[in-house]
Structures are given as C-alpha cells and as structure tokens.
C-alpha cells in the first residue's frame, strides 16, 4: 500500500495531507485536518451525520475516498460564517431552536444549505426531503424545516442600503 | 412558595416562557461544540472490545498473548485479571440489585457482552487486536423470553434468583375485589410491547485518564455526571473525590446514558494499566447490541366498569424481559405498574410485576420509563371498553380523570391537573377535522407523568439538586448546576430561571454544567426531573443572591419598610416607582465591596420530602393523532397530530415546542416502526438500514396547546414537558387503527403485515359468523 | 476495517480497461462507492487494488433521440438523471424512480453504473430499466458488448460482468406510442429501500388491447424477477380491473420472495400482488390516455 499526498481545499483553505488511499473524506476532514464539527454516527451511510457539501452538493462524507475528494471544493459547518458572521442558515436555527443534542446539527446545515442553493421557491414537501438523508433523534424535524422554509422566504435576505 | 419569592403577580415575565434562543446554539450550530466523540488528548490510545457471542457461557480461559505481541497494542485487560470484579448497579441501596460486573469475571450472560478490552496505538490495531485474543468458553443453556425463564427448570442466569425473578413490584389501593363486585362489565386482554433503542446521535462514549497521582478523569457521553463519578469510584476502588467526571456537549442521551456502561468502565480500566489516557467510542452496531434498551414487557390487564362508564377496579400483572442485568430496569417495572392507572381515579387498583432476567440484552429505563408501554396497554383497551358500552371515550375518560387536589391512596397528591382542560381542546381539534377522508382515522390517547422521582435507591447523601450562583462585579453570573444538558436545553432552562428569579437579561448568565469537579452534585438528566428540582435549586439560590444584593439596595433607599424592590432585567427599582433606581452593575458593585471584595454567592438546593411514592408533581396530556392506512398493504402514515398537555408555567418556549416534536417521532417510532426482534439472543437489525425510525418525510405535524396550570411544587409552578410526550402515541395510533378497521393491536410496534393478516381474520370470521 | 489497497486513477476509460486487465481479480472498481464502501468496512470485500472511475467524465453523459433511445453514461449520478428533462419528458417513470432512491446525499455521489453493477436485489433501477427493456453495455481491454439487462443479472449481488470488465453505458430504447410506465417500492418510511418492489410497462394499440407488458419484480428474488405469468394474463387483452386483480396473483406467483425480518415470504407475495395489480393500471392509465 502506498500512501498519497492529497491537496484538500476545505472551507476554502488548502489542506496538504499524506494519507493511506483508504482514508475517507471524514476521517480526513476530522482526524487529519482537525475539524470535528462533521460527526459520524453509523456505518451504514444511514445517518447523514457527516454530510459536508462537496461542490455545491449535500454528500456522504463517510462514503467518499478522501484521494476522491482532490480539486474539489468542500465546506463543513465551519466553513458557513464567513468573518464571524453567521449564515443565513445557522441563524434560521438560532431562531426556530433546530438543534438540541446538536450532534446531527452540522449534517443538517449541510444538506439544508445546499438544498437552498439549489432550490428557489421550495415546496414543504421539498424542504423535508431535503433532510430526509438526515436522522435527528431529538428534534422531530419539523423546526429544521421551518428553519429553511424561513430561510426560503428571504427573512435572512441581505438589506442592501 | 420559599420565603425567598416576591411576589408581583402582575408583572409578566421576563425571561420565563419567551422565544430566547438556546443558550449553547452558537456552539452547535458553527461546528464549535465538542462531545466527548470528538476529545482527543496527548498520547491518547484508542480502546476496542471483545464481546461474548454466545448468550450464556462460563468464561474458561483468556488467552491474550497474541494480541499483546501485535505491534502498537499496550494492553489487554479482561474483568478476572484487571478489574475487582465488584457487581455495581444503580440501584446501590439493594445489593442485591447490583448484579453487574461489566466486564465478567466467570461467566457472561448476553451476545455483544463485554469479555476483554484492547488498547492499541489505532483504532484499526485495536480491532485487528480482538480476533488475537483467544476466549475459551464453556456454553451454557441460555432463555430468551420472560414466559420461558420463569419455566421450573430454566438456566438459572444470577445465582440465587429462583425462576430467574429479578425484581417484583407491587402496588395496591382500595378494597380491588369489592371493586370489581361492582363493576358491571368487566374486560381483560394481554399484550406484548417492544423493546426500543434509544439510538442517540451519539454512540456511548468515553475517554479515561488515570494519572500516577490516583487520580481518575472521565470524559464521557453521560446524563448524569455525578452518577458516573460515584459509580467508577466504587468500581476501580476509588475516593469519589479522586474521580472527576467531565460531560462535554452529550449527543443524546434518552435514558441510556446513567448507567455504567462499557465504554466508561473499560476505558478506565485499560488506562489503569498504561497510565495514558484511553478512548472508546461504541460503533452504531454495537451501540444497538451492547447498550441497553427499553424494555419489553407481557401485559395482562383485567379492567371493571360501570355501564355508564364508571370506573370500579383494575388489576394488571406484567412479565417484563429484563434481560442479563437489573440496571434501571427495577425502576421501570415499578413506574410502568403506577402510570397503567393515570390520569384515572380507581376505587381499586392492583399491579404486580415481575422483572425476569433473560440471557438478552439487558433492558433499563428509556424516555417515558415504562409508561409508554403502560399507556398502549390502557388507553387502547379503555377505547375498547368504550366502544363495547357505546360510550363517547372522551367523556368516559373526563369523568374519570384526575383533578386538583385528588389523592391516588397512598401513593400522590395531584397538586396541578389540566387533563379536564385537555379533553376540551382536543374535541375542538377533532371538530375542526371535519369529516375525514375514508383511509384515514383519528386515535386518542390520554397520560400522565412524573416530573422526578422522589426515591433514592441510588443512595445519595446528597440534596437530590443543589445550584450555586455567583455574581461577578461586572453583573454577569455564573451559575453552577450538576443538571446535564443531554440536548433538552436543560442549560438553558436554568439560564432562564435564574436570570428571572435574579432579574437579570439571560445573556449575562453563564451556565456550568458537566464537570463534577466544579459543579454541584445533581441525580442528572432522567425521570424529567431537572426543570422541577434544580429549577427550583436555582431559583432558590438566585433569590438567596438577590435577597443578599437588595440587603445593600435597601440600606441605600432610605424606603419606608412597606414599599419593596426588585430587580427586572437589570434594572433594580422600586416597585411602585419604576423609573427610579439603579443598573444591576452599580449595585453589585457596591455589594462586593461591602462583602470585603468577595463575589456574593447564593446557594439553593432541592430534595423532594413526603411527596408520596412517586413524584412531587404530574404533567397530564391527551393527544389525538390523525393516521392514514393502505387497507391493502397496511402500510401507516402519520398525517396529524394535537398534543393538549399541561406542565405547569412552561419555562423553555422553544425548548417545550423542540420536546414535544422530538418525543412525538420517538413515541411513534415505538408505536410503528422501531421493530427490534431477538432470535435465540441475537439482535437482528443492530443497524441504521434495518431498525426503522420516523425521517423528516414521515413526521407529521406536532400541533401543540397548552394548558395553563400553576403547580405549587415547581419553579414558577412548572412541571416536565419531554417525557411524559413520549408516553401517549403508540396507544394513539393504536386507537387509529382501531377505528378504521376495528381491528384490536395488542403488539407494538404494530406492522403492516400484521394489520393485513388482522384484516384477514376478521373478514374470516365474519364470513364464518355470516353462516352461522 | 478496510483492507489496505493501492489506489489506482486512470485519466480514460481505455486505462481503466488496461488496470483491469492488467489487475483481473485482485481488484475491484470503485465510483461513487455509496454501496461498494460499506461492504468494504465489513470487511466482505478485500482486494489489493482500487480503480477509481469516479473521475472518469467521459462516461458521465445523458444522450436522447427518438430513433436510438437514451444512453446514460455509467459514472452520471443519479441527482443528475433525477434532474434531467430529457429523462423527465421521455421516461418519466425514471426520474419518479430516482426522486425515492435513498437520499439526496447518495443520489449526489452515487452513479447508475456502479448502482447497477453492484446488484443488490433492492435496488431501485434494475426493474425500472428491465421494465423499459434496457440493455447494458460492457466495455473491457479486449472490447465491448451489450446484453440486456434482464440477462445481466445472475445470482444475489452477482452479474454476468467479466472480472476485467466494467459497465460503460445503459441504454433504453425508445418508448413505444401508447406505452406507459409504472414504479412503486413498498416501505415502511418513505426513500427507504423497498421490502418488495413492483416495476409494469404495458403498450395498448389503437384498439385499447394490450400488446406488450413487462411487469419486473424487485427484491422478490436474488436477481430482478420478469413475472411473465402475470404478463401472459395481459398480453393480447383490453385490460380491465379484473385483469389487473389476475395479474397480481400470477405476478405472486412468479415471485421466489424470503422471509426476512422485514416481512414474510406470504406477506411479501401478497405485496405484490398489490402492487402489481395498481402499477400495471396506473401504466395502463398513461397508455390508454389521450
């Protein structure tokens, strides 16, 4: 086995990293890198605790080689405040309370973040399906819904002056 | 009320029940929020562990010699040779309830029991490690279900265990025979409920480090921290004082977690060995396999009414599946038997239970600690009775319910009771419905439940819940609590108490929690104790600071002794003169002067005294869920649902709303999804593709009203809102499906085929009745 | 734990073929891996080399015309199928099938080629596409060939691929008039795998009679099952509810089901019978309309 030297670009920093070719993306992201705000909760790509958005998609990150992951852009949970000030999302959250152990919470940022870059306009139904990947055991998930359905409606909407 | 509490009935509230953001969301929702998952410390190893695979086997020989030479293992420990083999449980008051090694010294008793530990440079030579490791075993005759192992000549499981009877229970009030002489009809029915997992976000967890001074740190993924630190010290024989037990954010916790469990005691018991500190995190498999679970329990229940709905006697006895070791499971066995009668007055009332171990996977206390089972058992046969009289089951339930000031004999005031108020909310609810399309039904359940328990077979010396506030000369407060957030938002319940009781702005309050070094011993998160017993600690000694701050105030005022002061989001005023007075800061500055620079400190503490056999205070609820059911496939699906629920003055808005939608697709699960069969002791779905649970597409809505009661035992007259929602929904669905089909469910989780092969038969039957 | 291995990433479809050949049985492919990586970390597959075709764009294509029908390349994902018009327009069924297969997460990473080439009797598209009467195309160092997809598929997690072979393309050919289309899994919770799974293609002529009917089993066997007694009720008839009703009994009859802790082999057949009767009418529904 020979171990490979890998460029990740996390959060939009470039992480050089020498791995054995069977490191999944959340081991490097979380052992490797040292960002543990991607979880795991299964090993069953069941859970969707460790989604992350690799270029712009809500994906896996516990069923993606790491070596797959080169030149791509990936983001985490750290990586939606920009300069300390949070997301539209992450403030959707604060307000609706969509998080109480807070363990599935970056895995459902993710896939919510990237369902509203994708979606405008999004239906009820489709904003529960943009979770559906995403087991939470504490919320019922009805408040992360309504956290991206305020979201959709542009509450978080920059005023521009 | 304390003599502490001034009184302003006509001031609202500023804090308590208003949208305030949950006090630890930034930490979770930028990733920053570290579990005990995620702790990684210098020269940390990582723990793996070997597991019996057979239900019931002598430990003969453990041969280790080859994983020890593998390169990168530092050790390997097993319970006959590392530990001294002490039994624990948590019911430390009856010896012989404390049955359990963790790590056996002579024999196992359950597939996926802990045999050996490894601790190794990696996680992956940890693993390799366990296939080299060589355990001899001698099988033993091993039984699966309660009905066997009480069986003359069942294996016996624990020596000294006649008929492998663990625990029984019993409660009686009334003359029951006599009762039931009265009733003029009379029903009985048995009925099997599921196990359940808790399946928390995160797996048991923990990371140990013993150090050459005897000192023991403990991170882990835990409900109670206190638990914990005087359950290791009693195992590894130590000083509690020289354990300290430290919960970073906990990813969950349900029930499962204030045990001792596996990850906690083999992580302590390798770094005892290597002196590093040493981590074990349960893989989801193992997290179903070898950490306990609700428990599965045989229901007879014999009910006697009066023709026009009165209710006479009950008489229930239950054979619940223990499993390999007592654990919680002695508490549910006695809270299963005393909810079966709520929110009913019974002239006569008997429930025997019996807790019988089985060579499974051992069952403990899981959110609503037996009530859910008791509740699919009562609700759903009182909706029978109902309809066999022809009576409306909502008044049939009113007239027999609780209320203020009712007595169960023997066993609880009810102090608070909004069950009436329940019944009318939800009739306006059903009303509103309309007629419903032909493939759907509405199902009724109605419960009750305890806010903490008022027992201590844990045998604590301590107050059941103690708070410590101490406020800095810059205004804000720290505010020291053993109470464990576990995700309810219990930090930030407390936050919210105190910065009311105090009169502060809940920003300025600072909550310590998890570290039993520093904090308070409290019994933890379990029993949806918290918000009554350490609310009430923090309201206390928020209001002992606040009295001790207004001493100084007063002196200043020059007052006429009839008028008071008060403190509202930092501004402390006179009453009746508002405007006037001064900030928080300016008088905490003057007080802490006057304390000779020392920080005023309040100190409160709460332990329930004669409040029955149960608890100080009940939250009551009737729930109605609107379900739509394939009468070909049988397939379920959740369309709405009404939670009418009293808990008293709710302190947590948006928490209350989170545990009421969270415990609502927990309660369901239970009622229709989260199958967990056993064959010959096995699990056979210990994964997230095989064990089904309620996603965001499944999740109806979780409507909410609330009734409002003061209940004079809480803080602000708060009761639990968390547990007690668990409790109705199983029941509910139950009732839905009977309703639409007439078909009577006495399993849970009740699945489609079993509602096709119930279809089946009944159309049989009629046809066989059609000849006749 | 994964077995270690040595990571290969061919830049072309000709190099993978060449590290195949080269490889042969040492080796396994790789593409998405949402299914491929949980067997590997049970340890239920080892080998010492990994091919990585995830890269590999020029397999990742959608092409359609009304003469050759559609060809999807094996690396597109299956988020990309689910959102593509041209499926959407020509076989709806398709896109319905992809909007439940798993969850977006999978659907994003996942591709058609390596769902199909893994050949779990659950899966989603094997029916669908059988039902559609696709074909594969197989592609190693020595060339290509096609087969259809029905033969494709051998035994429980088994296809009639060589070692050095990979699947390059699915092709479906074009629909038809009057033909339509019908998929349902039945599940406990929605987007999760189907207990048994029910895919029923059925063409009318300009009389209302039913010329053709392909009705596909999904995890009611080891491999997807043609339930061709249920198609022999059809073929040749004005379909009616009766007929629909007699071809979910022949359709459970062709059915080879388990019994698992999920249902009954009984319970399963009576599943299908089910859902047959309601796929082949909601297929026939869109023939017979307009």
């Known amino acids: 086995m020979e171990k490979k030297l890998i460029t990740l670009t996390v959060n939009d920093i470039e992480y050089e990293l020498y791995i054995n070719p069977k490191t999944l993306l959340v081991e490097a992201i979380r052992d490797h890198i040292g960002l543990t705000g991607t979880k795991r909760g299964c090993e069953t790509v069941s859970c969707g605790a460790c989604t992350v958005m690799i270029d712009d998609m809500a994906i896996k990150s516990c069923s993606v080689l790491a070596v797959q992951a080169e030149g791509r852009r990936i983001i985490t949970a750290e990586g939606l405040e920009k300069n300390g000030v949070l997301a539209p999302i992450q403030k959707a959250f604060l307000d609706e309370g969509s998080y109480q152990c807070g363990f599935c919470t970056s895995g459902m940022l993710m896939s919510s973040e990237a369902f509203l870059k994708e979606t405008k306009n999004p239906t009820e139904e489709q904003m529960k399906e943009a979770i559906e990947g995403n087991i939470c055991r504490c919320t019922g998930y009805n408040s992360i819904v309504r956290a991206i359905a305020a979201v959709a409606k542009g509450k978080y909407a920059e005023v521009k002056s | 009320m304390n003599k502490y509490t001034v009184i302003n009935p006509h001031e609202p509230f500023r804090v308590l029940n208003t949208h305030v953001h949950n006090i630890d969301g930034i930490a979770k929702v930028t990733g920053r929020a570290t579990y005990t998952f995620d702790v990684k410390l210098p020269g940390m190893l990582y723990g793996k562990i070997l597991r019996s695979p057979y239900p019931h086997a002598k430990i003969i020989k453990i041969d280790a010699s080859k994983a020890l030479a593998l390169p990168g293992v530092l050790a390997v420990v097993n319970g006959k040779d590392d530990t001294l083999g002490i039994k624990q449980g948590i019911w430390r008051r009856y010896n012989d309830l404390c049955d359990e090694q963790v790590l056996p010294v002579d024999k196992v008793r359950y597939i996926g029991e802990p045999v050996a530990a490894v601790a190794a440079v990696t996680e992956e030579i940890a693993e390799k490690a366990l296939d080299l490791i060589d355990v001899e075993y001698e099988e033993l005759p091993a039984t699966f279900e309660p009905l066997d192992a009480i069986k003359k000549d069942a294996p016996e499981i624990h020596e000294g265990f006649e008929r492998n009877i663990n625990v029984t229970r019993h409660i009686e009030w009334g003359e029951v025979e006599e009762a039931f002489e009265e009733a003029e009809y009379i029903r009985e029915d048995w009925f099997k409920c599921g196990g359940q997992a808790h399946m928390c976000m995160e797996t048991r967890a923990a990371v140990a480090s013993y150090t050459p001074d005897g000192k023991m740190t403990v991170w882990t993924s835990t409900q109670s921290a206190y638990y914990h630190q005087a359950l290791l010290a009693g195992v590894l024989g130590l000083r509690e004082g020289n354990v300290r037990v430290l919960a970073p954010y906990v990813g969950g916790g349900f029930g499962g977690k204030f045990e001792l469990d596996g990850a906690q005691f083999c992580a302590c018991i390798l770094s005892m060995k290597v002196r590093k500190p040493v981590k074990i995190i349960f893989t989801r498999e193992e997290d179903f396999i070898a950490s306990k679970r609700r428990t599965p329990m045989f229901y007879y229940t014999r009910t006697g009414v009066k023709k026009d709905g009165t209710f006479c006697a009950r008489e229930a006895k239950v054979f619940t599946n223990g499993g390999a070791y007592t654990g919680m499971g002695a508490t549910a066995l006695y809270l299963t038997g005393f909810f079966h009668s709520f929110p009913y007055r019974w002239k006569g009332y008997r429930y025997d239970g019996y807790r019988v171990y089985t060579n499974t996977l051992p069952s403990t206390s899981m959110r609503g600690f037996g009530a859910p089972q008791a509740m699919w058992c009562s609700e759903q046969q009182i909706e029978w009775i109902a309809a066999d009289l022809g009576l409306d089951p909502i008044e049939m339930r009113r007239k027999n319910s609780h209320h203020e000031g009712y007595v169960v004999p023997g066993q609880a005031t009810i102090a608070s009771c909004g069950i009436d108020q329940c019944y009318d909310e939800i009739k306006t609810w059903i009303k509103s419905k309309g007629k419903l399309p032909k493939n759907r039904s509405i199902g009724l359940s109605a419960c009750g439940f305890m806010s903490g328990g008022i027992f201590n077979w844990f045998d604590t010396p301590y107050s059941f819940s103690s708070a410590v506030v101490t406020v800095n000369n810059d205004g804000t407060v720290e505010l020291h609590v053993g109470a464990q957030d576990i995700g309810q938002g219990s930090n930030t319940t407390m936050a919210i108490i105190c910065a009311e009781a105090l009169g502060v702005k809940i920003e300025d309050v600072k909550v310590h929690s998890g570290d039993t070094d520093h904090c308070p011993a409290d019994l933890g998160a379990w029993g949806s104790r918290q918000t009554l017993m350490t609310g009430n600690a923090v309201k206390m000694a928020s209001e002992d600071a606040k009295k001790q701050l207004l001493e100084f105030a007063y002196a200043q005022s020059g007052l006429n002794i009839v008028y008071d002061l008060d403190i509202k989001e930092g501004w402390v005023h006179a009453i009746a003169r508002p405007e006037r007075g001064e900030t928080f800061e300016a008088l905490v500055k003057r007080a802490t002067r006057g304390k000779d620079g020392q920080r005023i400190v309040g100190r409160g503490y709460y332990t329930p005294h004669r409040k029955g056999m149960i608890s100080p205070a009940y939250s009551y609820m009737l729930q109605g869920v609107e379900v739509e059911i394939d009468d070909e496939t049988g397939k379920i699906k959740l369309i709405d649902s009404m939670t009418a629920h009293d808990c008293g003055q709710p302190i947590n808005h948006l928490g209350l709303i989170g545990q009421l939608e969270g415990a609502f697709s927990m309660a369901a699960g239970y009622g229709y999804l989260e199958y967990m069969p056993f064959e010959d002791g096995k699990m056979m779905n210990p994964n997230l593709v095989d064990y089904k649970m309620v996603r965001s597409t499944d999740m109806p809505p979780a409507n909410i009203a609330e009734i409002d009661t003061y209940e004079p035992e809480g803080p602000y007259g708060a009761k639990e809102a968390g547990e007690g929602l668990t409790n109705p929904t199983a029941a509910a669905i139950g009732n839905a499906i009977y309703h639409r089909f007439g078909i009577q469910m006495k399993e849970c989780p009740v699945r489609p085929e079993m509602i096709v092969n119930a279809l089946k038969e009944k159309a049989a039957a009629e046809k066989e009745g059609k000849k006749k | ?290």
């Open chain 3, 1 to 290: 734990m994964i077995h270690d291995f040595t990571y290969l990433k061919p830049g072309s479809v000709k190099e993978a073929l060449a590290m195949l050949a080269d490889h042969a049985d040492e080796c396994k492919v790789i593409c998405g891996g949402q299914s491929l990586l949980i067997v590997m970390r049970q340890g239920l597959v080892a080998v010492d080399y990994l091919i990585d075709l995830k890269g590999l764009n020029e397999l990742s294509y959608i092409k359609y015309d009304d003469k050759e029908g559609l060809k999807l390349g094996a690396t597109t994902t299956h988020r990309i199928i689910e959102k593509s018009n041209v499926v959407k327009k020509n076989y709806p069924v398709l896109t319905a099938m992809e909007e439940k297969l798993a969850s977006i997460q999978v659907r994003n990473w996942g591709t058609i080629g390596g769902n199909l080439a893994h050949a779990d009797a659950a899966g989603d598209p094997a029916p669908v596409l059988i039902s559609l009467g696709a074909k594969v195309k197989l592609g190693s160092k020595k060339g290509d060939r096609v087969m259809s997809l029905e033969e494709f598929y051998t035994d429980l997690f088994e296809t009639a691929m060589e070692h050095d072979e990979i699947v390059l393309e699915v092709q479906v050919p074009p629909a038809p008039p009057k033909t339509g289309s019908a998929y349902q899994k039945f599940n406990l919770i929605e987007n999760d795998q189907g207990i048994v799974a029910v895919a029923a293609t059925v063409t009318a002529d300009k009389g209302g009679v039913c010329t053709d009917a392909k009705i596909v089993l999904g995890n009611a066997g080891v491999t997807p099952i043609r339930a061709k007694s249920a198609e022999k009720v059809l073929i040749g008839k004005k379909l009616t509810d009766k007929l629909f009703a007699e071809a979910g009994e022949a359709a459970a009859g062709d059915a080879d089901p388990v019994s698992d802790i999920h249902s009954s082999a009984d319970f399963r057949r009576h599943l299908i019978k089910v859902l047959t009767k309601r796929m082949v009418k909601k297929a026939w529904d869109q023939a017979t309309k307009g």
